[in-house]
């Protein structure tokens, strides 16, 4: 289901929606890219910083360490970590002899116990004699060793060095740095995303207005498209303008033609009417029928053209509520009945000419108050949210109405269902066809009153 913000419709269809699902679907891209990359060189510097570090304090251990003239290896290396003190930190060192003549060893206070290398095969040393590796600490952890064979004095004797910190360690921290900054960029992506679609949505408004301006122009309400528009709408806008002006001056012509050929026609029907009539006798009895038959079908016809050419016009509006009342104070007086007449409070208005409704419920309150009894009813209905914009006039009598299977041929030309009552048959076919032209409905059923509701549904204006 399509949701509105300012006044636009978003939905997969919709200028607004694809342009912010594009660019949020980039920034969510360019977010992801960017904190990979972020976390990739965090992730690169803190590693590198851990080698640089450990390499340090082998460098320190190496020079803190000596042998005496025994062969017992000496020192007190001090690496200004307090780690190293600490039981079971995950940062330990220790020195071990390696060649004959050495005894002795040396751990940091930290390393509650021997934590014994790799076999030289699973891990040899490089050309320089060092060899980096990881294996499993005291507490459980992971620790990164870096071990160097260094010869402490001329007799070649040798020793080995290693220095061990805790990778578990950092790659908490690494992860840690990582929650925050996913975090920050998430709340960062949000304020950009909304930002963004705010920026778009103010960006598209113009088009909201004109969508509004030609609502007005449809309407009624105003004759062309208004106000100040952007320079990209405003050659759309002008454009609208110039073919809605068209469009009045093809209405306006087709209006004045049908007027012409009216009254050109006029005179001939008129003179060939004279002339059956004086002609006189069969003959000339045939001819003044055909010419009268001539002359309705031409108002018939002409009079279809010109409301076809109105139906969807942007300029014709007619209330309907003043229109009822003047019809019913005028029905009541030449009826002498009194007809219940019930109004939406809000206004409704029609999409057509004035002239037409009122020939709609002029020929439905007639037929009501031939046939009804003692009662009368009028009422309107404003349009609702399913009802596609139509309103519906619905006039009721308590007369005897007319049954279901005969609904349909009352609405014939011509046709009527009973010859005792005046008229021509012709007012519940009038409005079929003038209700029919603008699109809308008419439905004869039984009324609650006990005779005939006429139900008319038109499309009405904002």
Not at 145 to 159: C, K, M, Y
Not at 353 to 377: P, T
């Amino acid at each position: 289901m399509a949701a509105r913000s300012f006044g636009m419709t978003l939905g997969p269809r919709s200028l607004a929606f694809r342009v912010i699902a594009f660019s949020t679907g980039w920034a969510i891209l360019a977010l992801i890219v960017i904190s990979t990359v972020i976390s990739a060189l965090y992730r690169q510097a803190s590693e590198r910083g851990f080698e640089s570090l450990l390499s340090a304090h082998l460098f320190n251990l190496i020079g803190s360490v000596g042998v005496s003239d025994a062969g017992v290896l000496t020192g007190s290396p001090n690496l200004g970590d307090l780690r190293f003190s600490e039981p079971d930190s995950g940062w330990y060192f220790s020195v071990e002899p390696v060649s004959g003549g050495v005894t002795g060893e040396i751990r940091s206070t930290s390393m509650t116990r021997p934590i014994p290398p790799p076999p030289v095969s699973d891990v040899p040393f490089d050309p320089q004699f060092q060899r980096s590796y990881l294996i499993d600490g005291l507490a459980g952890e992971d620790l990164a060793v870096i071990e160097s064979e260094f010869v402490l004095d001329a007799e070649n004797r040798v020793a080995r060095f290693r220095v061990m910190g805790n990778r578990t360690e950092l790659e908490e921290e690494i992860a840690t740095f990582e929650r925050r900054l996913y975090t920050y960029l998430a709340i960062f992506g949000l304020g950009m995303i909304a930002i963004n679609a705010m920026a778009i949505l103010l960006g598209l408004r113009p088009l909201n207005r004109v969508r509004n301006a030609l609502a007005m122009v449809r309407e009624g309400q105003a004759q062309r498209l208004d106000g100040r528009f952007p320079a990209e709408i405003e050659p759309l806008a002008n454009e609208t303008n110039a073919l809605i002006e068209n469009n009045r001056r093809i209405v306006e012509r087709s209006r004045t033609q049908v007027g012409n050929l009216a009254h050109s026609l006029k005179t001939p029907l008129a003179v060939l009417m004279n002339e059956g009539r004086a002609i006189g006798g069969q003959k000339g009895t045939l001819i003044a029928e055909q010419a009268a038959a001539m002359r309705d079908q031409v108002d018939h016809y002409l009079k279809r053209a010109r409301m076809a050419a109105q139906r969807d016009s942007v300029i014709y509006r007619a209330p309907v509520a003043p229109l009822l009342e003047r019809l019913v104070r005028v029905i009541e007086k030449l009826g002498r009945m009194k007809v219940s007449l019930s109004l939406p409070v809000d206004e409704v208005v029609f999409a057509g000419e004035r002239e037409d409704l009122e020939e709609i419920a002029g020929n439905l309150l007639e037929n009501a108050m031939k046939w009804a009894r003692s009662r009368v009813s009028v009422s309107v209905v404003p349009a609702t949210a399913g009802s596609d914009g139509r309103f519906a006039i619905v006039i009721e009598d308590d007369g005897p109405g007319i049954p279901e299977d005969k609904a349909r041929e009352a609405l014939r030309r011509g046709n009527r269902l009973d010859e005792t009552k005046p008229g021509t048959g012709l007012g519940l076919a009038i409005v079929s066809e003038l209700v029919k032209e603008y699109g809308g409905v008419l439905r004869l059923e039984r009324s609650q009153m006990g005779g005939l509701m006429a139900t008319v549904e038109l499309r009405g204006a904002q």
